[in-house]
């Protein structure tokens, strides 16, 4: 496998943060496009992304301040856009088909996380608490080995007490099997559930969230590391709830 550290450019894309010399929200989209993806939920996907960016367009922080990038995965992780501005991003188009490896790409999408912050720390960029957010439509096909690996890095990430280490993970996931979502909630409680396919509001919330981030302070600790104000995050609608712990 090629880690993302293989893939990143000499130079970053194109950046509002580092041309303005502001702060940055970076933000890996992690859609599943394994072969369940085929068809009507592919392009469900693909236009509720093209509507994520006229969304984000609209509003001046989050434009300013967000930059993105794409991995998609199947039966391994492709990056499929790197991290850019969103003056520079296009709504990408996806092909379905393959298995659903989760823990491969998680690992990828924390390395490539990984190497674009360290750009942006050594050029003197203050960073927001990463994101990545996770869409996935089944359960994972990964090996228990290397998912308890990518379960590890994950959870010390997002439990790490350092600004500049932190990390969120939001998933999404259209899978009815309560064993499904019970196996993608270990990765993150922050986990939903889509009704309907609905990923139109999976991005309009997404575009509200970014917003209320982008829009708060970031202030400098103690150990002066750069930490954001909390936000209160926007209502979910109707056909997003969240996943609760299961009685086992």
Avoid at 141 to 167: C, F, P, V, W, Y
Wanted: with cysteine.
């Amino acid at each position: 496998m090629k880690f993302a550290n293989d893939l990143m450019p000499s130079e970053m894309n194109h950046s509002n943060a580092m041309l303005h010399n502001s702060a940055c929200l970076p933000v890996i989209l992690m859609p599943d496009i394994s072969g369940s993806m085929r068809g009507e939920p592919m392009q469900k996907l693909e236009e509720a992304l093209g509507s994520f960016r006229e969304d984000v367009m609209r509003i001046p922080e989050t434009r300013a301040r967000m930059d993105i990038a794409v991995i998609a995965y199947n039966s391994s992780p492709h990056l499929i856009t790197e991290f850019t501005d969103m003056d520079h991003w296009e709504a990408p188009t996806l092909t379905a088909g393959g298995l659903t490896e989760t823990a491969e790409a998680m690992q990828f999408a924390l390395d490539y996380m990984d190497e674009y912050r360290r750009t942006l720390n050594e050029a003197g960029i203050p960073v927001y608490r990463p994101i990545i957010v996770h869409i996935s439509d089944g359960a994972s096909t990964s090996s228990e080995d290397d998912t308890q690996q990518a379960l590890a890095r994950i959870h010390a990430r997002m439990r790490a007490t350092g600004g500049t280490n932190k990390l969120k993970l939001w998933n999404f996931s259209t899978c009815d099997d309560e064993e499904c979502l019970r196996a993608l909630k270990q990765y993150s409680p922050f986990t939903i559930k889509v009704e309907n396919r609905c990923y139109a509001d999976v991005f309009n919330w997404l575009a509200d969230s970014f917003e209320r981030i982008s829009d708060s302070t970031l202030v400098v600790s103690e150990n002066g590391e750069y930490v954001e104000t909390k936000q209160i995050p926007p209502p979910l609608p109707q056909n997003l709830t969240f996943v609760e712990e299961f009685n086992r």
